[in-house]
């Protein structure tokens, strides 16, 4: 619209990573730092990196990451904006990207998103959760419901930063429950969403927590492999 074209004008939005003005509304990439983004070449995505990390831990169908997380690198700042930035717009655009990569997978035959899920009071404090925020970005692109909902936190968990995996993984697990408000799901392929594979202790929780509940299959996508 000429109005939206207007405000770029006067009030220009400028890309996270490098600073240049965007000429798209709803941008927080120009489109050279868009390309330029760290993407793992995982071919097969039962041989990544981000699959490998489940192995011997949880049955996890097949799994993926939209971008490298390397420290210093100038595109940390997309991770630093959507968590502790207030910056939701970064969530919708980075997981319309993840679900223009889904489009291309057979990650997009899953039935429904499930986005990690905050316990209330971090969600309250932050004002949203980040995973749901980019859920809805994938659901833009690929058309899979999203079902935010379905888990619950039940524990308020301190930074788990200082903490090897093995660590993380008792410290977290048991914090995840099935909601009372959960719909039936059996035999349905469930993609959890979250921003961040580290050692991915929460998303084996969250993992186990559907599978010791449901008869399900489960996938994982995230923005970022650390």
């Known amino acids: 619209m000429w109005w939206t074209d207007l405000l770029l004008y006067f009030f220009p939005e400028l890309c996270l990573v490098c600073g240049k003005r965007l000429s798209r509304a709803g941008s927080i990439l120009c489109l050279k730092c868009e390309y330029n983004l760290p993407k793992p070449d995982f071919g097969n995505l039962d041989n ?23 420290k210093g690198s100038p595109y940390q700042v997309l991770l630093h904006e ?7 717009a970064a ?13 291309h997978s057979s990650l997009s035959g899953c039935d429904i998103l499930v986005p990690v899920p905050l316990h209330n009071k971090r969600q309250k404090k932050r004002g949203y959760n980040q995973s749901e925020l980019i859920a809805r970005g994938v659901s833009e692109i690929t058309g899979i ?24 993984y008792q ?10 408000r959960a719909p039936d799901v059996n035999g349905m392929k469930i993609l959890l969403i979250d921003d961040v594979l580290t050692t991915g202790s929460t998303l084996e929780a969250c993992s186990w927590t559907l599978l010791n509940y449901f008869n399900c299959r489960i996938y994982i996508a995230t923005l970022s492999l650390a």
């Open 48 to 70: 990544s990196p981000v699959n490998q990390t489940f192995w011997g831990r949880v049955p996890v169908e097949k799994s993926t990451s939209l971008f490298r997380f390397e």
């Open 82 to 88: 959507l968590k502790y930035h207030g910056n939701q």
């Open 91 to 103: 969530g919708l655009y980075l997981g319309r990207l993840l679900g223009q990569e889904l489009l």
């Open 145 to 168: 419901p999203v079902i935010p909902d379905l888990l619950t936190r039940t524990v308020h968990q301190t930074s788990q930063t200082s903490l090897g995996r093995y660590e993380r």
């Open 171 to 180: 410290n977290i697990k048991g914090n995840f429950s099935v909601s009372s």
